[in-house]
């Protein structure tokens, strides 16, 4: 079996000699292969949350086919309420217009959705100094790793 490494290569017109049989007894063919660019193709992790609604998964070029899980369609749409929580290894194959075919992966994570709870109101008197709003709001968090971003 012979092995051919086009990485290595530039693109470009390559002649070969393919020999086979034995010393006294052989046949030679001479072939060239011609090593042409592959596209580049490009896709992206992705984080939802599990009611994150049906989403489309990003590549570029866009035309490929997408795999390996059910809750992806062929056309690259995921959808969390079929996958769960969980991290997902899904593939994306394109064929670029010389024939390459380029294959990529991505992992999409689904999250659950965070719950808080908190107290509805507080007194904080002016001359308090600083104080912590998660224990004087008595915030929950479930996961207890969110991070809490506090407007007003």
Same mark, same amino acid.
């Given at each position: 079996?012979?092995?051919? +490494?086009? &990485?290595?290569?530039? *693109?470009?017109?390559?002649?070969?000699?393919?020999? /086979?049989?034995?010393?006294?007894?052989? &046949?030679?063919?001479?072939?060239?292969?011609?090593? =042409?660019?592959?596209?580049?193709?490009? =896709?992206?992790?992705?984080?939802?949350?599990?009611?994150? *609604? $049906?989403?489309?998964? %990003?590549?570029?070029?866009?035309?490929?086919?997408?795999?390996?899980?059910?809750?992806?369609?062929?056309?690259?749409?995921? #959808?969390?309420?079929?996958?769960?929580?969980?991290?997902?290894?899904? #593939?994306? /194959?394109?064929? #670029?217009?010389?024939?390459?075919?380029?294959?990529?992966?991505?992992?999409?994570?689904?999250?659950?959705? *965070?719950? $808080?709870?908190? &107290? +509805?109101?507080? =007194?904080?008197? /002016?001359?308090?100094?600083? %104080?912590?709003?998660?224990? $004087?709001?008595?915030?929950?968090?479930? *996961? &207890?790793? /969110?991070?809490? =971003?506090?407007?007003?």
């Amino acid at each position: 079996m012979s092995i051919f +490494d086009p &990485s290595i290569l530039s *693109p470009g017109s390559y002649p070969i000699t393919y020999t /086979v049989g034995t010393i006294g007894c052989q &046949s030679m063919a001479n072939i060239t292969l011609q090593v =042409v660019a592959s596209e580049n193709v490009t =896709v992206t992790d992705t984080i939802l949350c599990e009611n994150t *609604p $049906i989403t489309q998964l %990003v590549a570029s070029p866009s035309t490929g086919i997408w795999s390996g899980h059910p809750a992806v369609t062929a056309s690259g749409l995921f #959808d969390p309420s079929l996958s769960g929580i969980d991290d997902f290894s899904i #593939d994306y /194959v394109y064929q #670029d217009i010389n024939g390459c075919t380029i294959e990529k992966n991505i992992n999409v994570t689904v999250e659950a959705f *965070p719950i $808080i709870s908190a &107290s +509805d109101t507080s =007194v904080v008197c /002016v001359g308090s100094g600083m %104080v912590s709003l998660e224990e $004087i709001l008595n915030i929950n968090t479930n *996961p &207890s790793e /969110v991070l809490l =971003v506090f407007l007003g």
